[in-house]
């Protein structure tokens, strides 16, 4: 019994999650106009850039991987 | 009674128990479909916990409980005859740099006190010499959260970061949907549209010493943000609400002051 997700997998759903959050950020803001959905703004872009921090991260921990590999 | 119960906050933990099980079953069945599903499940879930709605409060409300107050001050003011425009008064005028006061001649046009001379009695709501009152500015407050939430004191910014942050932070804190900030010489133009405070603005128009004088809260606190930013006196020259109370046009004027002692 092991994870049945591997290291490029988390990679790809990080990316994905990342760009809807940021749209989603987005799209809420009352720059755009007030929006009637009431949550925290301001909370959802900290997840957004979390989520956008972790997946770099994991950018940078391929490339080095690759680089020690050549 | 029985309070009813809100059925969105059974949403999250619901998405939080699905992806779990969702996770648990695909470590033992060795799915990836499932490890997915599940894995998008638990972090929607624990996201919708973190962005959670700040508590709102309804505007009627809002307004029902800012108004009585202001009416209140405009009956003491009226009654005691009180006419001439509040004055907003930069911290300079006070030894507590975080008093946010508004000063009312009883005579109109009458010469604003002395930095030193209104120090004396900042303590004071009635002043002697010249006759006067001193009043907590209703936008005290509010000019805090605005300090607050630029993360700076606005005593140590000037008029042109205020010109260019404050449109930004009245829509990012949503009082207000569109605002407009211009100054020229000694004048200073704002222009707000879909303001929270369209109903008190509506119902003070009526209160001949609020409305234009004090001004509402959200017009007192950016009277009070000018004074500290500027370190100048500030006066609500005009102050037009539409019918609705939809638009907000307020003029304030920069007072030049009366000329330092010499000692």
Known sequence: MSFPLEFSDLDLWLAGTAIILFLTSEMLSPLYGRSNIHINNKRLRNAAKAVLILFLASVVIRIISTVIAG | ?263
């Open chain 2, 1 to 263: 009674m029985q309070l009813k119960s809100n059925p969105a906050k059974l949403v999250p933990p619901a998405i939080l128990s699905a992806g779990s099980i969702a996770l648990a079953l695909s470590i033992n069945y060795a799915s990836s479909i499932l490890a997915f599903i599940g894995l998008g499940l638990v972090f929607w879930g624990g996201l919708l916990f973190y962005i959670r709605p700040e508590r709102y409060v309804k505007e009627a409300l809002l307004d029902k409980m800012a108004l009585p107050p202001l009416v209140s001050l405009n009956e003491i003011m009226t009654g005691l005859g009180y006419k001439s425009k509040g004055i907003h008064l930069p911290p300079k005028y006070f030894t507590n740099f975080e008093s946010a006061k508004v000063y009312f001649s009883a005579e109109n046009n009458a010469k604003l006190p002395s930095p030193e001379e209104m120090q004396k009695n900042e303590n004071r709501v009635f002043l002697k010499n010249p006759d006067g009152i001193l009043i907590t500015s209703p936008g005290f407050e509010l000019t805090e959260l605005f300090e607050k939430n630029l993360g700076t004191n606005l005593t140590k910014v000037d008029l042109q970061y205020l010109e260019k942050n404050m449109p930004k932070l009245l829509i990012d804190l949503e009082i207000a949907q569109k605002v407009e900030m211009h100054s020229t010489d000694s004048r200073v133009n704002v222009k707000i549209e879909g303001s929270i405070t369209k109903g008190i603005c509506k119902e003070i128009g009526r209160l001949s010493s609020i409305c234009g004088s004090l001004g509402c809260p959200l017009c007192s606190s950016i009277a009070l943000a000018l004074a500290k930013a500027t370190g100048k006196p500030i006066i609500i020259e005009k102050g037009l609400a539409s019918e609705d109370g939809q638009i907000l046009e307020i003029e304030y004027r920069l007072l030049e002051e009366p000329p330092e002692k010499t000692r």
